[in-house]
């Protein structure tokens, strides 16, 4: 069993071989982590991007090929606005958003929250839900078992009707609801919150994409 040490040099080897962009948010390894910090080195020497989003031009920052100078306390800002910017220019992908996470899940436009078994069967589970399937043109339960869809084809965009034990319902997939809130947090929307140009913003978030 590896410790801590051990865990960090492992990892530091991986990024140095394997990574095509690492992103220092809001730390400075170069000053702070000196053991670990000859890794994003080695990683850049490899062909690697080295991003460092920091308030103050740290050193860290001097060894990076892109600086980002955020305001100090407005990084949620600018992840949202990343997203903005990865989801209208479709740099995502929706292939993975569908089998390894819960952006197909249903969640009720009237109350906001996850579609359950709870709610459309008498005594059913609360960790039972559900997406859209487009293949079948219906609601459908979500795997449980494994990640693998299968025949699946679950929707990341649309509202739907779902019956429930209170009546009809309209549901949504939570990708829908993450591309209506970032919707509001455009690179340009968000260079007062966090002094970044809208330039440099759509850079790191095509380099994430």
Known sequence: MLDHAEQAAELGNQAAEHAELIVIWGGNPVYTQIPNAHFFNEARYHGAKVVTI?????????????????????????????????LEEKLHDEAFLREQTDQ???????NGKFLRESDRVRGGRDDVFYVYDTAARRVREA??????LGRIAPALDGEYDATTLQGTVKVTPAFTLLREKVAAFSPEDTQPITGVPPVLVRTLARDIG
């Open 104 to 110: 197909p899940l249903l969640v009720r436009r009237d």
């Open 54 to 86: 920091a308030p103050d031009y740290n050193p860290s920052a001097v060894h990076a090929d892109l600086w980002v100078p955020v305001k100090v306390g407005s990084d949620a800002a600018l992840g949202l606005s990343v997203a903005n910017v990865i």
């Open 143 to 148: 795997p449980k078992r494994s990640l693998k």
